[in-house]
């Protein structure tokens, strides 16, 4: 919990990753304000404003008394004007980190992007060791790289604290981007469409884990100390839990529990080895085992530029944990969208080569037309790339755990939407 003083302002709280933050504080009786440029709900002080004006900024830190600050803002991505998002995304975050030195605010957690690793290769199991693109994939995870840059390297200064968290396909209710492009490809009766094998995994996060680990990091977002190898152990020598949200738990056998299998005698203890297999009685810690290339091996750690064991001044990726191939996905949320009907035929499988081809040809009419294409390279890319994070650090150091599993979410996504067109 954070201390009774702590009182937060939400930039973007108005949007859809901001208002599940702002309802995460209100749920359990924090302080808080919403800068935004748009005033969606009442149930909190909000100030309107230009993120990139740091007097406007400065002024809603003073009357709004924060000493945290929790910056969401953002422009959606795939919008016409690039020059946007180095406006709100670079030139707004520079505001803000001066507005918050000017008036020492003492914490700042940024929503940066999975994304900006990302530049169209598969991303296999990754982790926060590897650098960003020399080409950004596309400008917004360009900005968004920018002003991640611009919030670590500001760690520190004025006895600001900060921290940058890496979500992966955000989805929730309240969406307007990838649930609202996903039930259109539904509505428009495109769903039978496939581009790539589907043999590739992917990130999805479902905003209330997303708004969880930020609330997590302003908590645990404190002036870095040295660790004591006894407590460096503690949290780094046990083998992490599988995250069963969605598939169950499902026992590893062991020494102490584990069924019977085949036998010539029975084991004197056989009774409690099934027991504590069928029942769980026996609550066992295993020793992980980490070799030098493990991100929190040793090696890797005296490696490193900064401690990665401490919260301030690093960047986490945050998902949900259960990867999943592409298509799987929005085919999950097409039959829970029309549980009666789909699938409505048989898929159409495109390779990859053939997407691009006629995501070309789409671009190009886009051009000619004056109309923006819906079907793009980048798509392709996207649809067709391995994406998913190892979030291992956001565990240990962060405590991170998803609370919502990946099925669950896409129900409540789906509970949520507006009734279908008939």
Partial sequence: MSSAREVYLVIGGSGFLGRNIVQGLLDRGDSLAVFDIVQRYDDVPFYSGDI??????SQA????????????AS???????????????VEGTKAVIAAAIANKVTKFVYTSSAGVVFNGEDLVDIDERLPF?????DPYNESKAKAEELVLAANGSGGLLTVALRPSGIFGPGDRQAVEGIAKVLEEGKAHFQIGDNTNLFDWT???NVAYAHILAADKLVPPTPKKEAEIQEMLD???????????????????????????????DADALLSNFEHGTVAEKRTVARTRFDQLSDNSRERATSDPLQVAGQAFF??????IYFWDFPRGLWRMLDPEHYPYRSNIVLPKTVGFVLATFSEWWGWLSGKEPTFTRFRVTFTCAHRYHNIEKARRVLGYEPQIGLEEGMKRTVESQPPRKS
């Avoid at 795939?78 to 709100?88: F, H, Q, R, S, T």
Wanted: net charge negative.
């Fill in 52 to 57: 990139s004006d740091e007097v406007q900024v």
């Fill in 61 to 72: 830190i003073q009357k709004s008394g924060a000493t945290c600050i929790i910056h969401t």
């Fill in 75 to 89: 422009p959606p991505h795939g919008i016409e004007d690039p020059a946007l998002y180095w406006k709100v995304n």
């Fill in 133 to 137: 693109p020399d080409k950004p994939m």
């Fill in 206 to 208: 479902y905003v209330g």
């Fill in 238 to 268: 046990f083998a992490l839990p599988p995250i069963d949200l969605t598939l169950e738990s499902h026992r590893v056998p062991t020494s102490k529990a584990r069924p019977l299998g085949p036998y010539v005698d029975r084991p004197e």
């Fill in 318 to 323: 945050i998902t949900n944990g259960e990867p």
